[in-house]
């Protein structure tokens, strides 16, 4: 009997024992479930909680009834499963809504957009430059804190990733930097060109078309200052023209010297000057139909 009391857990100094080993056994499970249920009445209710309401209450179905019948809490444990869909369908809402707000973060449509006017004397200027350098700049955030955030996005769980249905931001956020770099770089140089009394960005045009060769076509794809770029060349294309002229003719290099002294002193940019506008423009190649062609060449 002595080994049989140490196994069931009965206490040594016990003086007395009614009923057998074995049915003190049971009376001690039932006491266990019965604590175990006053401790999910205390618990903070959330998803986990339900979890485990639902984890016991599963766990009494397969119990004996010589065990059951000592579980005295069974009508508060039926009260605890009532509330168990309420916490599920919380649980449900707040992962919902954590789903959305990755998605402002992981989907493609977050990027913010680019997009010139139809009109070239709508965005050949130096104010809509200004404002497309800083909305190069969001874009050029936003691909930085896709990029940033994608191991942070793979370390959490599957059922909240698999509520997000759009996750393009980690493979466009790549491509786009690299593109939204040199839009900000156009549009830098053509709110320079538009402003400059004197045709000294040469060198940052003919680089400016050296970093469009070097991006991808993919890249290439999600340029949105293409058509400044092209802009630009022509400038770039009709002082050079200018230069060659100057070469060949002494008096026309005179005629340039005093326009670019007249701008300075009236802060006039060159290329609202009458000898720039005098100068026939000449074909600038379309660049997406051309991209290995270089056009910026002295």
Same mark, same amino acid.
């Given at each position: 009997?002595? *080994?049989?009391?140490?196994?069931?857990?009965?206490?040594?100094?016990?003086?007395?024992?009614?009923?057998?080993?074995?049915?003190?056994?049971?009376?001690?499970?039932?006491?266990?479930?019965?604590?175990?249920?006053?401790?999910?009445?205390?618990?903070?209710? *959330?998803?986990?909680?339900?979890?485990?309401?639902? +984890?016991? &209450?599963?766990?009494?179905?397969?119990?004996?009834?010589?065990?059951?019948?000592?579980?005295?809490?069974?009508?508060?444990?039926?009260?605890?499963?009532?509330?168990?869909?309420?916490?599920?369908?919380?649980?449900?809402?707040?992962?919902?809504?954590?789903? +959305?707000?990755?998605?402002?973060?992981?989907?493609? &449509?977050?990027? %913010?957009?680019? *997009?010139?006017?139809?009109?070239?004397?709508?965005?050949?200027?130096?104010?809509?430059?200004? +404002?497309?350098?800083? #909305?190069?700049?969001?874009?050029?955030?936003?691909?930085?804190?896709?990029?940033?955030?994608?191991?942070?996005?793979?370390?959490?769980?599957?059922?909240?990733?698999?509520?997000?249905?759009?996750?393009?931001?980690?493979?466009?956020?790549?491509?786009?930097?690299?593109?939204?770099?040199?839009? #900000?770089?156009?549009?830098?140089?053509?709110? &320079?060109?538009?402003?400059? %009394?004197?045709?000294?960005?040469?060198? #940052?045009?003919?680089?400016?078309?050296?970093?469009?060769?070097?991006?991808?076509?993919?890249?290439?794809? #999600?340029?949105?200052?293409? %058509?400044?770029?092209?802009?630009?060349?022509?400038?770039?294309?009709?002082?050079?023209?200018?230069?060659?002229?100057?070469?060949?003719?002494?008096?026309?290099?005179?005629?340039?010297?005093?326009?670019?002294?007249?701008?300075?002193?009236? *802060?006039?940019?060159?290329?609202?000057?009458?000898?720039?506008?005098?100068?026939?423009? %000449?074909?600038? &190649?379309?660049?997406?139909?051309?991209?290995?062609?270089?056009?910026?060449?002295?």
């Amino acid at each position: 009997m002595k *080994n049989q009391t140490e196994v069931a857990g009965i206490p040594a100094y016990t003086p007395v024992i009614t009923g057998s080993v074995q049915q003190y056994v049971y009376k001690r499970k039932g006491g266990v479930i019965d604590r175990e249920i006053r401790r999910l009445q205390r618990a903070a209710r *959330n998803e986990e909680w339900a979890c485990q309401v639902e +984890r016991l &209450a599963a766990a009494i179905l397969l119990l004996p009834e010589s065990v059951t019948r000592f579980c005295t809490l069974g009508e508060e444990l039926d009260a605890l499963e009532e509330e168990v869909p309420a916490e599920h369908a919380r649980a449900r809402e707040e992962l919902a809504g954590k789903a +959305r707000e990755l998605a402002d973060t992981v989907s493609s &449509a977050s990027l %913010p957009e680019l *997009n010139m006017p139809p009109k070239e004397e709508q965005w050949f200027t130096p104010e809509y430059c200004t +404002r497309a350098v800083g #909305q190069c700049g969001n874009r050029i955030s936003w691909c930085r804190r896709a990029m940033e955030f994608e191991p942070v996005y793979v370390g959490m769980s599957e059922r909240l990733r698999s509520l997000v249905p759009d996750t393009g931001a980690f493979t466009l956020a790549p491509v786009v930097l690299r593109a939204a770099m040199v839009d #900000q770089e156009v549009f830098q140089a053509g709110r &320079a060109v538009l402003t400059a %009394p004197a045709y000294d960005w040469l060198p #940052q045009v003919a680089l400016l078309e050296m970093k469009f060769h070097r991006l991808s076509p993919e890249e290439r794809e #999600q340029l949105c200052s293409v %058509p400044m770029l092209e802009k630009l060349i022509g400038a770039f294309k009709t002082c050079m023209a200018i230069e060659d002229k100057i070469a060949q003719d002494p008096v026309f290099g005179k005629k340039v010297f005093k326009e670019k002294k007249r701008c300075r002193k009236r *802060n006039i940019p060159f290329l609202a000057s009458s000898i720039y506008k005098q100068c026939k423009q %000449p074909q600038v &190649a379309d660049m997406m139909k051309n991209p290995d062609l270089r056009q910026c060449t002295v």
